[in-house]
């Protein structure tokens, strides 16, 4: 089934530098999402790109889309060990059921103090 | 509001068993869908509803049912548990699903922790 890819799988960085995650996918989409989950919870929203959008950001979280190279970078900026968390993104695809997401395998950030 | 409420939290079944993991959310969201998680495996979605009355299976709906009879609940059946249904499991809902595409991310439920001996 299409699914997204997250690149790298594990990103270890200090407290105060950026990380930056990728994630390419297969087919057309309608929006990308992306998630962050803390070790043993839910997945919390983050951030949701359109199609026809290339850039979005919510506060120290900038995402990019790329539609013609089917990929979608999330930045974390000055980052805090209060980001360590496992990142996924997740994409609606085109002509898909309503609302379908297909979720990629996920980035492990550890940000250390 | 609570969210999205997942009961049990944590379930230790035997092979051949079944049970219902509960959801229920309280946003009046017309989509609701159940993922599981396996190491290495990211979320794989196994059953999704559009609203009450209506449901559909997703990319791995075998050994599961559900339905839908309000808009609050999602119950999701496990028929006869097998090891291989230990995982961890999450409902999701949604709304604000306009000309096909979502408009709103998902809130995702605290997940049941399945162990299936």
């Known amino acids: 089934s299409q699914q997204g890819e997250e690149d790298p799988q594990a990103l270890s960085i200090q407290e105060g530098e950026n990380a930056t995650m990728n994630c390419s996918y297969k087919?057309?989409?309608?929006?990308l999402q992306w998630y962050r989950q803390n070790s043993g919870r839910g997945l919390v929203h983050l951030i949701l790109?359109?199609?026809?959008?290339r850039e979005k950001h919510s506060g120290r979280l900038r995402v990019t889309l790329d539609t013609s190279k089917k990929s979608s970078s999330l930045l974390i900026t000055a980052s805090r060990a209060a980001d360590t968390a496992s990142y996924f993104c997740?994409?609606?695809?085109?002509?898909?059921?309503?609302?379908?997401?297909?979720f990629g395998k996920g980035t492990k950030l550890s940000v250390k103090p | 509001n609570a969210g999205v409420t997942q009961t049990p939290k944590f379930q230790v079944l035997k092979t051949g068993q079944s049970m219902t993991l509960q959801c229920a959310q309280d946003m009046n969201h017309e989509y609701m869908s159940w993922y599981r998680q396996d190491p290495g495996m990211g979320l794989r979605l196994i059953h999704y509803?559009?609203?009450?009355?209506?449901?559909d299976q997703g990319e791995v709906p075998n050994g599961y049912n559900v339905s839908r009879s309000t808009t609050e609940d999602f119950p999701l059946r496990l028929l006869s548990a097998a090891p291989s249904q230990t995982s961890v499991y999450f409902c999701a809902s949604s709304t604000s699903i306009l000309e096909g595409q979502l408009t709103r991310g998902y809130t995702f439920g605290s997940g049941t922790r399945l162990t299936v001996v």
């Open positions: 997740a994409t609606g695809y085109y002509g898909g059921s309503q609302g379908n997401l297909i």
């Open positions: 790109i359109r199609s026809n959008e």
């Open positions: 087919t057309s989409i309608n929006n």
């Open positions: 509803s559009v609203g009450a009355g209506i449901t």
